[in-house]
Protein backbone atom coordinates (compact mmCIF):
# COMPACT_ATOMS: atom_id res chain seq x y z
CA UNK A 1 0.00 0.00 0.00
CA UNK A 2 1.60 3.30 -0.84
CA UNK A 3 1.24 6.12 1.94
CA UNK A 4 1.61 9.66 0.68
CA UNK A 5 4.48 11.53 1.71
CA UNK A 6 1.89 14.70 3.52
CA UNK A 7 0.03 11.61 5.37
CA UNK A 8 2.98 10.50 6.80
CA UNK A 9 3.57 14.22 7.97
CA UNK A 10 0.45 14.16 9.31
CA UNK A 11 1.06 10.82 10.93
CA UNK A 12 3.84 11.66 12.48
CA UNK A 13 2.76 14.80 13.72
CA UNK A 14 -0.65 13.58 15.57
CA UNK A 15 1.39 10.61 17.09
CA UNK A 16 4.00 13.41 18.69
CA UNK A 17 0.98 15.43 19.78
CA UNK A 18 -0.27 12.29 21.87
CA UNK A 19 3.22 12.10 23.09
CA UNK A 20 3.61 15.32 23.80
CA UNK A 21 0.40 15.17 25.74
CA UNK A 22 0.50 11.95 27.60
CA UNK A 23 3.85 13.76 28.83
CA UNK A 24 2.72 16.45 29.83
CA UNK A 25 -0.19 14.86 31.96
CA UNK A 26 2.70 12.24 33.64
CA UNK A 27 4.18 15.56 34.40
CA UNK A 28 1.33 16.96 36.15
CA UNK A 29 0.33 14.38 38.23
CA UNK A 30 3.76 13.61 39.36
CA UNK A 31 6.16 16.29 38.60
CA UNK A 32 4.51 19.16 40.41
CA UNK A 33 3.26 17.10 43.60
CA UNK A 34 -0.69 17.97 42.60
CA UNK A 35 -2.60 15.24 44.54
CA UNK A 36 -6.30 14.38 45.65
CA UNK A 37 -7.83 16.04 48.63
CA UNK A 38 -7.03 13.27 51.52
CA UNK A 39 -7.76 13.09 55.00
CA UNK A 40 -4.11 14.46 56.12
CA UNK A 41 -6.14 17.64 57.80
CA UNK A 42 -8.38 15.11 60.05
CA UNK A 43 -12.28 15.34 60.24
CA UNK A 44 -14.73 17.34 61.93
CA UNK A 45 -18.14 18.03 63.08
CA UNK A 46 -19.89 20.63 60.27
CA UNK A 47 -22.30 21.41 63.27
CA UNK A 48 -20.10 22.52 66.45
CA UNK A 49 -18.26 24.77 63.48
CA UNK A 50 -21.56 26.67 62.53
CA UNK A 51 -22.62 27.08 66.29
CA UNK A 52 -18.18 27.84 67.31
CA UNK A 53 -18.01 24.75 69.69
CA UNK A 54 -15.33 22.38 68.48
CA UNK A 55 -12.68 23.44 71.04
CA UNK A 56 -9.94 24.16 68.07
CA UNK A 57 -8.87 27.29 66.91
CA UNK A 58 -12.02 26.97 64.30
CA UNK A 59 -13.98 28.33 67.35
CA UNK A 60 -11.79 31.45 66.74
CA UNK A 61 -10.59 31.29 63.32
CA UNK A 62 -7.25 33.71 62.24
CA UNK A 63 -3.27 33.40 62.04
CA UNK A 64 -1.57 31.73 64.58
CA UNK A 65 2.28 31.54 64.93
CA UNK A 66 3.56 27.76 65.47
CA UNK A 67 7.29 28.44 65.58
CA UNK A 68 10.37 31.38 64.35
CA UNK A 69 8.93 31.24 60.50
CA UNK A 70 5.97 28.58 60.51
CA UNK A 71 2.36 30.17 60.85
CA UNK A 72 -1.41 28.45 61.02
CA UNK A 73 -4.28 30.22 58.96
CA UNK A 74 -7.33 28.79 60.11
CA UNK A 75 -10.51 29.28 58.04
CA UNK A 76 -13.71 28.67 58.30
CA UNK A 77 -15.78 28.81 54.95
CA UNK A 78 -19.83 29.61 55.08
CA UNK A 79 -22.57 31.10 52.58
CA UNK A 80 -21.17 33.13 51.86
CA UNK A 81 -18.05 34.05 53.12
CA UNK A 82 -14.41 32.84 54.07
CA UNK A 83 -13.46 33.92 58.43
CA UNK A 84 -11.21 35.42 58.09
CA UNK A 85 -10.43 36.63 54.58
CA UNK A 86 -13.88 38.14 53.63
CA UNK A 87 -14.47 41.73 54.03
CA UNK A 88 -12.61 44.40 56.13
CA UNK A 89 -10.99 40.90 57.29
CA UNK A 90 -8.02 39.95 55.07
CA UNK A 91 -5.90 36.96 56.11
CA UNK A 92 -2.67 38.88 56.74
CA UNK A 93 0.40 36.53 56.88
CA UNK A 94 4.21 37.54 57.17
CA UNK A 95 6.18 36.95 53.78
CA UNK A 96 8.91 34.26 53.73
CA UNK A 97 7.42 32.33 56.23
CA UNK A 98 5.77 28.95 55.91
CA UNK A 99 2.13 29.55 56.37
CA UNK A 100 -0.41 26.41 56.41
CA UNK A 101 -3.77 26.91 56.07
CA UNK A 102 -6.13 24.59 57.44
CA UNK A 103 -9.60 25.27 56.10
CA UNK A 104 -13.54 23.41 56.35
CA UNK A 105 -16.66 24.17 55.95
CA UNK A 106 -19.27 25.30 58.20
CA UNK A 107 -22.57 24.06 55.94
CA UNK A 108 -21.59 23.25 51.89
CA UNK A 109 -18.93 21.86 49.72
CA UNK A 110 -16.93 25.32 48.84
CA UNK A 111 -13.38 25.75 47.13
CA UNK A 112 -10.47 27.55 48.44
CA UNK A 113 -8.13 29.05 45.96
CA UNK A 114 -5.69 31.69 46.27
CA UNK A 115 -5.11 33.47 43.23
CA UNK A 116 -1.69 33.20 41.55
CA UNK A 117 -0.47 30.37 44.35
CA UNK A 118 -0.38 26.74 43.88
CA UNK A 119 -2.86 26.52 46.77
CA UNK A 120 -6.82 25.52 45.44
CA UNK A 121 -8.77 22.70 47.32
CA UNK A 122 -12.48 21.78 47.71
CA UNK A 123 -13.64 22.64 51.34
CA UNK A 124 -15.98 20.03 52.94
CA UNK A 125 -18.06 19.72 55.67
CA UNK A 126 -16.64 17.57 58.51
CA UNK A 127 -13.24 17.51 57.15
CA UNK A 128 -10.32 19.75 57.39
CA UNK A 129 -8.41 20.42 54.08
CA UNK A 130 -4.58 21.13 54.93
CA UNK A 131 -2.52 23.27 52.56
CA UNK A 132 1.09 24.53 52.62
CA UNK A 133 2.81 27.43 51.05
CA UNK A 134 5.78 29.74 51.35
CA UNK A 135 5.05 33.30 49.81
CA UNK A 136 8.58 34.46 48.76
CA UNK A 137 6.44 38.37 47.42
CA UNK A 138 4.34 40.94 49.82
CA UNK A 139 1.29 41.92 48.27
CA UNK A 140 -2.50 41.00 48.01
CA UNK A 141 -3.84 38.05 46.88
CA UNK A 142 -7.22 36.98 45.81
CA UNK A 143 -9.08 34.54 47.51
CA UNK A 144 -12.31 32.72 45.97
CA UNK A 145 -14.23 30.06 46.00
CA UNK A 146 -14.47 27.78 43.05
CA UNK A 147 -17.23 25.69 43.99
CA UNK A 148 -21.12 26.55 43.46
CA UNK A 149 -22.40 26.87 46.77
CA UNK A 150 -25.71 28.44 46.56
CA UNK A 151 -27.38 31.73 45.16
CA UNK A 152 -24.58 34.50 45.96
CA UNK A 153 -21.51 32.27 44.82
CA UNK A 154 -20.44 34.92 42.69
CA UNK A 155 -19.90 37.37 45.90
CA UNK A 156 -17.81 34.72 47.94
CA UNK A 157 -14.53 36.28 47.95
CA UNK A 158 -11.38 37.89 49.81
CA UNK A 159 -7.52 38.45 49.99
CA UNK A 160 -4.54 37.28 51.92
CA UNK A 161 -1.89 39.98 52.52
CA UNK A 162 1.42 39.26 52.54
CA UNK A 163 3.68 42.30 54.34
CA UNK A 164 7.53 42.12 55.20
CA UNK A 165 8.14 40.47 58.98
CA UNK A 166 9.18 43.43 60.25
CA UNK A 167 5.90 45.79 59.53
CA UNK A 168 3.80 41.97 59.80
CA UNK A 169 5.44 42.13 63.50
CA UNK A 170 5.04 45.66 64.09
CA UNK A 171 1.15 45.42 63.13
CA UNK A 172 0.85 42.71 65.73
CA UNK A 173 2.80 44.33 68.20
CA UNK A 174 0.15 47.53 67.76
CA UNK A 175 -3.01 45.42 67.82
CA UNK A 176 -1.89 43.64 71.39
CA UNK A 177 -1.42 47.41 72.40
CA UNK A 178 -4.56 48.22 71.22
CA UNK A 179 -6.30 44.87 72.70
CA UNK A 180 -5.03 45.87 76.27
CA UNK A 181 -6.18 49.25 76.27
CA UNK A 182 -9.45 48.39 75.22
CA UNK A 183 -9.99 45.38 78.37
CA UNK A 184 -7.81 46.52 80.67
CA UNK A 185 -7.18 44.24 84.07
CA UNK A 186 -8.89 45.73 86.67
CA UNK A 187 -6.88 46.10 90.22
CA UNK A 188 -8.82 44.51 93.34
Known sequence: MQVHRFEKVWLGAALLL?????ATVAYGSVGVGVAMVDDSGGEIN????QSGDTGTEFDDPGVYQDG????????VARQFQFVPGSGDNPIRVPADARVTFYVT???VVHGFSVVETNINT?????QVAEVS????EPGTYGLVCHEYCGAA????????????QDEYESQQSQRMNETQLQSPEVAH
Not at 68 to 75: C, F, G, H, I
Not at 122 to 126: A, E, H, S, Y
Not at 133 to 136: E, K, N, Q
Not at 153 to 164: F, K, R
Open 18 to 22: IVGFI
Open 46 to 49: AQEV
Open 68 to 75: EDNYSVYV
Open 105 to 107: SAD
Open 122 to 126: MVIPG
Open 133 to 136: VRFD
Open 153 to 164: HHTMGGSVEVVP
